[in-house]
């Protein structure tokens, strides 16, 4: 996260103490145990529509609103529709920031967060290609652009936050617990996707089974919505952010005073977020295209999978405490560039061999992602730690995990399985190459 580093002498603001290990919660403050509930209801809310989207651009997407072309390029259509969030994401980021200093904090998360889940539930409403033609794909890609600008304006600070107010030899654990948010989401998103093709004929899932998934994004936006404000609306809390410093500050005085960091902190986690998709999203479009397994037991696989990634990602923050952030993410990197090469001999093996690609992607991505986000923060002073961290996981987000299923189905169905281990070796490649830059830059370990 941002720059932990120098907050850690004396008392922190909201009742923890630095160096001592343990929390105290006086009335009237915000103790560390609602910061975390709030910043994982938050990620677990926004991970769920996108992973609801994910795996409908496999499973749903190509037969319903791309029927006029072959599956495999209904599903690269999809998969572009898909890429549209990440792209809208930045931008969501700066038209929000607007709104944050107008209206405040709170008035931002509310309009970002019933923007998302209202343009979540929309898609669940329209009509396939079969009823308005070309008009369904244009309103599919509008409502997916709306998903990724409400994404870009809901963040609230409250993952730098919780990192800013970690103890002493704890900080590498805390800034793992926002990143729980991802497979949590995908297990609640995968699993319903489950129930529902277990439970429902071919016939009726294709003509309204799928939408029900993105009818509970609108409920779970609410609930997120309120556990966020309650924290967010209140006199302490928006003190405790004051003192820390987590306001925006203006773009060009960031862009010019910590550009390169910015940019390195946009490549420092290729590695994770290009595993990211390559586990979730990739493997069941090869499966379904280029296989005869089940999606319902394809799905079950992911769900263990992502079982297997929390405790990794909790493992993660254990080890970044011992060894540092960035001598973790290195050795994650250097596990998964070994692991992408054995992705030809997983993926166009046997069933068993698919599954492995899988279940061991999960546990590599637990130990990445956990520490992947703000790689490169603490080079961040503490009037850009906000703004900072929020354009370098945009930007993290767009090169890393945008375009990653595209590529990677492009690469497999042209040239083969194998150009997809070299995709994914350039992300490890990438990240080890801006850990390596950074540590030239600046000395300082977070």
């Given at each position: 996260?941002?720059?932990?580093?120098?907050?850690?002498a004396?008392?922190?603001?909201?009742?923890?103490?630095?160096?001592?290990?343990?929390?105290?919660?006086?009335?009237?403050?915000?103790?560390?145990?609602?910061?975390?509930?709030?910043?994982?209801?938050?990620?677990?809310?926004?991970?769920?529509?996108?992973?609801?989207?994910?795996?409908?651009?496999?499973?749903?997407?190509p037969?319903?609103?791309?029927?006029?072309?072959?599956?495999?390029?209904?599903?690269?259509?999809?998969?572009?529709?898909?890429?549209?969030?990440f792209?809208?994401?930045?931008?969501?980021?700066?038209?929000?920031?607007?709104?944050?200093?107008?209206?405040?904090?709170?008035?931002?998360?509310t309009?970002?967060?019933?923007?998302?889940g209202?343009?979540t539930?929309?898609?669940?409403?329209?009509?396939?290609?079969?009823?308005?033609?070309?008009t369904?794909?244009?309103?599919?890609?509008?409502?997916?652009?709306?998903?990724?600008?409400?994404?870009g304006?809901?963040?609230?600070?409250?993952?730098?936050?919780?990192?800013?107010?970690?103890?002493?030899?704890?900080?590498?654990?805390y800034?793992?617990?926002?990143?729980?948010?991802?497979?949590i989401?995908?297990?609640?998103?995968?699993?319903?996707?489950?129930?529902?093709?277990?439970?429902?004929?071919?016939?009726?899932?294709?003509?309204?089974?799928?939408?029900?998934?993105?009818?509970v994004?609108?409920?779970?936006?609410?609930?997120a919505?309120?556990?966020?404000?309650?924290?967010?609306?209140?006199?302490?809390?928006?003190?405790?952010?004051?003192?820390?410093?987590?306001?925006p500050?203006?773009?060009?005085?960031?862009?010019?005073?910590?550009?390169?960091?910015?940019?390195?902190?946009?490549?420092?986690?290729?590695?994770?977020?290009?595993?990211?998709?390559?586990?979730?999203?990739?493997?069941?479009?090869?499966?379904?295209l280029?296989?005869?397994q089940s999606?319902g037991?394809?799905l079950?696989?992911?769900?263990?999978?992502?079982?297997?990634?929390?405790?990794?990602?909790?493992?993660s923050?254990?080890?970044?405490?011992?060894?540092?952030?960035?001598?973790?993410?290195?050795?994650?990197?250097?596990?998964?560039?070994?692991?992408?090469?054995?992705?030809?001999?997983?993926?166009?093996?046997?069933?068993t061999?698919?599954?492995?690609?899988?279940?061991?992607?999960f546990?590599?991505?637990?130990?990445?992602?956990?520490?992947?986000?703000?790689?490169?923060?603490?080079?961040?002073?503490?009037?850009?730690?906000?703004?900072?961290?929020?354009?370098?996981?945009?930007?993290?987000?767009?090169?890393?995990?945008?375009?990653?299923?595209?590529?990677?189905?492009?690469?497999?169905?042209?040239?083969g399985?194998?150009?997809?281990?070299?995709?994914?070796?350039?992300?490890?490649?990438?990240?080890?190459?801006?850990?390596?830059?950074?540590?030239?830059?600046?000395?300082?370990?977070?």
């Amino acid at each position: 996260m941002s720059a932990i580093h120098n907050d850690t002498a004396g008392s922190a603001p909201g009742g923890l103490e630095h160096g001592t290990g343990t929390a105290r919660h006086e009335p009237g403050k915000v103790s560390p145990g609602e910061i975390a509930i709030g910043v994982i209801i938050g990620r677990v809310s926004e991970f769920f529509d996108f992973f609801v989207f994910g795996i409908a651009s496999v499973i749903v997407f190509p037969a319903v609103f791309f029927p006029f072309v072959s599956p495999l390029t209904g599903t690269l259509y999809s998969f572009t529709v898909f890429s549209f969030a990440f792209i809208a994401r930045p931008i969501g980021s700066l038209l929000f920031r607007i709104i944050h200093q107008r209206y405040g904090r709170g008035t931002k998360l509310t309009i970002a967060l019933f923007m998302l889940g209202t343009a979540t539930a929309g898609i669940a409403f329209l009509p396939g290609y079969a009823d308005i033609g070309e008009t369904a794909i244009i309103l599919l890609s509008l409502l997916r652009i709306g998903q990724g600008l409400a994404v870009g304006g809901s963040w609230d600070g409250l993952p730098s936050l919780l990192a800013l107010n970690a103890p002493q030899g704890r900080r590498g654990w805390y800034a793992m617990i926002p990143q729980l948010g991802a497979p949590i989401g995908f297990v609640i998103a995968a699993g319903l996707f489950v129930f529902l093709i277990s439970n429902l004929v071919p016939e009726d899932f294709n003509s309204w089974g799928w939408r029900y998934p993105f009818y509970v994004a609108f409920a779970i936006n609410v609930v997120a919505l309120f556990a966020r404000l309650r924290l967010v609306a209140t006199p302490e809390f928006a003190q405790l952010l004051k003192t820390r410093e987590l306001e925006p500050a203006p773009l060009r005085e960031l862009v010019r005073e910590h550009g390169t960091n910015v940019v390195l902190g946009s490549i420092a986690p290729l590695a994770s977020y290009a595993l990211f998709h390559l586990v979730t999203i990739f493997p069941l479009s090869w499966i379904i295209l280029f296989t005869q397994q089940s999606v319902g037991d394809v799905l079950l696989v992911q769900i263990i999978g992502a079982a297997i990634a929390v405790p990794c990602m909790v493992m993660s923050g254990a080890i970044a405490d011992r060894y540092g952030r960035r001598k973790a993410l290195g050795i994650f990197a250097i596990l998964i560039a070994i692991y992408s090469g054995w992705t030809p001999v997983l993926l166009s093996g046997s069933t068993t061999g698919g599954y492995l690609f899988i279940l061991l992607g999960f546990a590599l991505l637990g130990f990445s992602h956990g520490q992947s986000a703000g790689a490169v923060n603490s080079s961040f002073g503490s009037r850009y730690r906000y703004s900072g961290a929020v354009f370098t996981s945009d930007l993290s987000w767009l090169t890393g995990a945008a375009f990653a299923p595209l590529v990677a189905l492009e690469l497999a169905s042209h040239f083969g399985v194998g150009y997809v281990g070299l995709y994914l070796l350039s992300g490890a490649l990438a990240t080890l190459l801006a850990l390596r830059i950074n540590q030239t830059m600046d000395a300082r370990d977070d």
